[in-house]
């Protein structure tokens, strides 16, 4: 969709028309000026100049107003000398009528983008905020990228400056997406723009593949660094978003460091985010430490006990450590405001810069062809010595009849006709030259000429490939130290709720039905945060779910209350109930993953004075054997049975459950607690993102129960084993992930730095709890390779060509022994490459499975189903 608005008469005469009520009339000539109508074109001419003059960016230079007149002030008094700022901004003035201040800072932010300005002294800091120094204290001059690729006054359209004592460019003639490379921002009357800045060289080849009639595909690149998440940005069009975070690592158990940050913030209002966000305690911090230079470090000091994964997300959820941008790629195209995407642009661009080339080409083309011209006439005439037939000539008029009479029958070969421009040159020619005139090197510089036209003839005629390498030259001259700064990645849903700190205390008076953190006289229930659901089951058998909150009334007699995990498909609720009054007992499970807030649901069959006779909460789908006792009656003989919840299906939380009994129950005690029923959950890793998952995205890791564990290894020789968590991080030295299985041994190869050997040893994972290194701590000692078979075999490859491969059988060469043992030594050759084998046989032991059941619903039933089954 394209929105336009530009200041010509037939848009202010529509303009007009919406404002054609409440207007003056003239009454006198001369006592009242007539003012009807004049706001209305003042209106469209303020908003038709901020959107056209000063806030969004012109497409085909990609400048706004005062940044292509700075450009032009620049060239004005480039002498590839460094020139006062505050000088620059003066001259500027000539061309911009507007403050030095405005100027001043236009042009800093134009040097902070390290492409046109080559800038001296301090101008400021993109990563800290501090501004640049006053502009008579600093100095810049041109880049020679600007220099190269910004500047052609012979393909510059000009036109007069304000005051007309000027000329000024219309758009620069700039061969390169310098709106995409440098991205721009402003804010006009009615519309805004937001482009984001590229990568340079992906922008060149990208620009190339244009060319070559290739798809293509660029995405933003900052020079803060950072990660980004391009997954919804549309092309830098309206409605698209990428999401931005700072790129932050665990230095130790204790301590997170901060060392990018994302686009659009600073080391200082990252700094403020994170101690708001302590003092409204979604996070826990000790202190925060800023240490950044030329590059960014921020030290995030933890107390202890506290998660740093748990921290790290924390960070992103509840601090400018992620931002969300909304780019809108908004540009003056014909004099008037589009939106188009930055495909788009970059296609327009490179299509205008083979127009620039072209042109430049044929101008090129013409003036060598005129120097061709009159060095081929001045050969003439000085070796025909025509000059002699104007010696006996008196006029002017007869001198350029000569001349014009004597070239005739020596211009057949010329390519167009001789002019008398071309003869008052001639008449031009010191005597000097003619007298030292040299026909060889006259032949040479012809010939010269003759060979530079064929060539430029053949870049117009391969134009797109005199395009393509123009690209590649430019990233070859100015593509260095230019790489990409900001990495590409697909960010994971972070849940507030999972990573906030506990920063309240939840209590509950069951009796009155109040919960709240206010309550601290009352039953303490478990922490919890201001952001939390609380869900709450009663006696009569309903269930409600509410935000926490100081205090707050759910009803009385309150059988469970606990933080609300939504989405929470592990936790089961086992129940028996009553059906109404004097009806029959019934059992049930059911699992709650999200219901509407503050609406009480109905977990019985519905019926009046129903009652909730026994209730329990399982985080793993524990299955619990219960007693039943009945009130004595003459009618029933069994009094008392076990009840197996084992047996019973997980339903929906609708569902009426089985059938227990239809007499009355006297009481239900728990006869022996249960283990859980539910499947071991699978659980995969996403190297993309560097994230567990239990979507089946990336490399399935294998089924976990609550006991099980991961193992995890780096090339710094560090290894520990967690339990996995969706949220934890991973360092990116990684180079071990798998389900940890205790009996199994670690093999390694490891190079020792003090003793300059290479050693084997074979360990097991002694503290599960800790992590441990297992290689020396001398900073030579490397790790070489690590297996995790039970019987690991390898093939030892050595830098000396005289020395044969070996084979290594770590079972055989080295016993099972402790974690921090140096091992036995291998070799002093250096070693070239250890290239596993297939390892040998082994036949674990066989393990005793307990019956489960899986996490989804069962039977296809779900959390509304109406399933019945009579046990008694």
């Not at 450590?321 to 589009?338: A, G, R, T, V, Y």
């Not at 058998?541 to 100081?550: P, R």
């Not at 029933?636 to 009355?664: C, E, H, M, P, Y």
Request: proline share 3%; net charge neutral.
């Amino acid at each position: 969709m394209e929105e336009s608005m530009n200041n010509e008469e037939h848009n202010k005469e529509d303009i007009q028309n919406q404002f054609e009520t409440n207007t003056t009339e003239e009454v006198s000539n001369d006592s009242i000026t007539k003012v009807s109508g004049m706001f209305k074109d003042w209106f469209l001419d303020y908003a038709s100049y901020v959107i056209l003059e000063r806030a969004v960016p012109a497409i085909d230079d990609g400048f706004k107003p005062v940044q292509r007149r700075i450009m032009q002030s620049m060239k004005d008094l480039d002498d590839g000398r460094y020139n006062k700022v505050a000088n620059l901004v003066g001259h500027t003035m000539q061309y911009h009528p507007h403050g030095d201040a405005s100027i001043a800072d236009a042009m800093v932010q134009l040097g902070q983008k390290e492409l046109l300005i080559d800038m001296q002294g301090n101008w400021g800091n993109i990563l800290t905020g501090d501004r640049a120094a006053a502009s008579r204290y600093i100095e810049a001059r041109l880049s020679k990228f600007a220099l190269e690729v910004v500047f052609n006054p012979k393909t510059t359209e000009w036109q007069q400056s304000y005051d007309g004592r000027r000329k000024e460019p219309v758009d620069l003639p700039v061969k390169f997406p310098l709106l995409l490379a440098q991205g721009g921002e402003g804010i006009a009357v009615g519309l805004s723009t937001k482009i984001l800045p590229h990568n340079f060289n992906e922008l060149i080849d990208a620009s190339i593949k244009i060319l070559k009639g290739k798809s293509f595909k660029v995405f933003p690149d900052f020079l803060t660094g950072g990660i980004v998440d391009i997954t919804n940005y549309n092309d830098g069009k309206k409605g698209g978003k990428v999401r931005v975070r700072a790129q932050i690592t665990q230095q130790d158990k204790n301590t997170l460091v901060i060392t990018e940050i994302p686009f659009g913030t600073t080391t200082t209002s990252l700094i403020d985010s994170i101690i708001k966000a302590n003092d409204k305690n979604k996070i826990k911090i000790r202190r925060i430490e800023d240490n950044t230079a030329k590059n960014v470090e921020i030290l995030v000091h933890l107390p202890k006990g506290i998660s740093p994964d748990k921290t790290i997300d924390a960070l992103y959820a509840f601090t400018n450590c992620e931002m969300s941008i909304s780019p809108l790629c908004c540009i003056i195209q014909d004099n008037k405001p589009i939106f188009i995407g930055v495909s788009d642009a970059l296609r327009y661009s490179t299509d205008h810069t083979v127009a620039l080339l072209k042109a430049e080409l044929e101008i090129q083309l013409k003036e060598l062809e005129d120097q061709w011209h009159f060095a081929s006439l001045e050969r003439i005439f000085i070796e025909k010595r025509i000059y002699r037939d104007i010696e006996e000539v008196e006029t002017w008029k007869g001198v350029i009849k000569a001349i014009e009479k004597g070239l005739k029958p020596h211009t057949k070969h010329l390519k167009r006709a001789v002019t008398e421009e071309d003869i008052i040159r001639l008449t031009e020619i010191k005597i000097k030259k003619i007298s030292k005139f040299d026909i060889d090197k006259a032949k040479l510089h012809i010939e010269t000429l003759e060979g530079k036209i064929a060539e430029v003839k053949q870049h117009l005629a391969n134009l797109i490939n005199f395009a393509i390498d123009y690209f590649i030259n430019l990233k070859k001259k100015y593509g260095k130290g230019k790489e990409r700064k900001t990495e590409i990645r697909i960010f994971e849903d972070i849940i507030a709720t999972k990573v906030v700190i506990r920063n309240a205390k939840l209590y509950v008076n069951r009796i009155e039905g109040f919960i709240g953190t206010s309550l601290k006289k009352e039953e303490f229930v478990s922490d919890c945060a201001d952001i939390d659901d609380i869900i709450v089951f009663r006696k009569d058998g309903e269930m409600i779910i509410t935000k926490v909150d100081s205090k707050i009334f759910v009803g009385k007699d309150i059988i469970h209350v606990a933080v609300f995990k939504k989405k929470d498909k592990r936790t089961i609720y086992n129940m028996i109930y009553r059906d109404g009054k004097g009806g029959p007992t019934y059992m049930k499970r059911f699992r709650v993953t999200s219901i509407t807030r503050d609406k009480e649901y109905d977990i019985t069959n519905g019926n009046k004075d129903s009652r909730v006779q026994y209730f329990t909460a399982n985080p793993n789908g524990e299955a619990e054997i219960v007693t039943i006792n009945l009130r004595a009656a003459s009618s029933i003989k069994k009094l008392k049975w076990d009840v197996d919840f084992a047996n019973l299906a997980i339903k929906g939380r609708a569902s009426r459950g089985n059938t227990v009994t239809k007499f009355t129950v006297r009481k239900i005690e728990l006869k022996e607690k249960g283990i859980s029923t539910l499947k071991p959950r699978k659980i995969w890793f996403d190297d993309t993102v560097q994230r567990l998952n239990v979507d089946e995205r990336g490399d399935l890791l294998g089924e976990f129960t609550a006991d099980d564990r991961l193992l995890i290894i780096t090339q710094k020789g560090i290894a520990k084993t967690i339990i996995p968590n969706l949220t934890s991080h991973f360092d990116n030295d990684m180079i071990v992930l798998e389900k940890w299985n205790p009996n199994k041994p670690i093999s390694i190869v490891y190079f020792d730095g003090e003793r300059e050997r290479y050693y084997v040893k074979r360990f097991m994972i002694e503290h599960p709890d800790k992590e441990e290194d297992f290689i020396t701590d001398h900073e030579n000692s490397k790790l070489q390779i690590v297996s995790t078979d039970f019987r690991p075999m390898a093939e030892v490859l050595f830098s000396k060509r005289s020395l044969e491969n070996q084979t290594l059988n770590f079972e055989e060469f080295i016993t099972i022994k402790g974690i921090k043992a140096l091992g036995n030594q291998f070799t002093n050759d250096k070693i070239k490459v250890i290239n596993f084998l297939e390892p040998l046989h082994y036949e674990e032991p066989e393990v005793n499975e307990v019956e489960v059941v899986d996490e989804e619903i069962i039977n296809g039933e779900d959390e509304n189903s109406d399933g019945q089954t009579t046990l008694f």
